[in-house]
């Protein structure tokens, strides 16, 4: 085969396509809920995602305080203990 010469491969389907996806990442809906119901307070994504981080930090910190003050085996003020109750 000589180098002038074209391929004589040819394809009898359509054209390839590329996909028309774009690749902006879209607002997660969390984020813009966010926006949305904090009365104007909140005014862009980098806000909302501050305002998310404080609200998990905040719940993981509740939920260690809610842990450590619940493992305690002392009874309540006021409790009758078990080998004391007669029914």
């Excluded at 806000?47 to 939920?63: H, T």
């Amino acid at each position: 085969m000589s180098q002038n010469n074209k391929p004589s491969v040819v394809f009898e389907s359509e054209e390839f396509q590329p996909s028309k996806r774009s690749f902006q990442t879209k607002t997660p809906k969390m984020v813009q809920w966010v926006i949305n119901h904090s009365g104007g307070r909140v005014k862009d994504e980098r806000q909302a995602n501050c305002v998310l981080l404080g609200f998990v930090v905040v719940m993981v910190i509740a939920v260690i305080v809610i842990v450590v003050s619940g493992g305690s085996n002392q009874p309540m003020s006021g409790a009758i203990p078990a080998d004391q109750f007669v029914p």
